[in-house]
């Protein structure tokens, strides 16, 4: 079977726009930093297209590379702080209590 090609539209309309604003912070920064394309591409190892695909902030491109691009750029806790750790924290319960819950981790 082929793959299904996903589209903009099949993602939720905040995430794209915030794609977008990291695309449009990322080439703005490079831009301002006096960093070239091919240095950025080299130092994230993408092509030139996905460098370009990334400053438009299509949401095909993995959060990786987006990811990267901020930090590499030095602007990644301005525009992707990292979450508040009470929402990425399990609790630490005592074992007994957690036996009871052994697959919890397999939702998926």
């Not at 949401?59 to 590499?72: E, K």
């Not at 702080?81 to 697959?103: G, I, V, Y």
Request: aromatic share 6%; charged share 25%.
């Amino acid at each position: 079977m082929g793959r299904t090609r996903i589209e903009q539209a099949d993602f939720p309309t905040l995430v794209c726009e915030r794609l977008k604003e990291w695309g449009l912070s990322i080439r703005k920064q490079r831009v301002a930093q006096g960093i070239l394309a091919v240095d950025l591409c080299s130092r994230l190892g993408i092509s030139h297209p996905t460098l370009r695909r990334l400053e438009l902030g299509e949401p095909t491109i993995g959060a990786v590379h987006y990811l990267s691009a901020l930090h590499v750029l030095g602007i990644m806790e301005m525009t992707a702080p990292q979450p508040d750790p009470t929402l990425w924290r399990m609790n630490t319960e005592a074992p007994r209590a957690r036996a009871s819950n052994k697959h919890d981790d397999e939702y998926f």
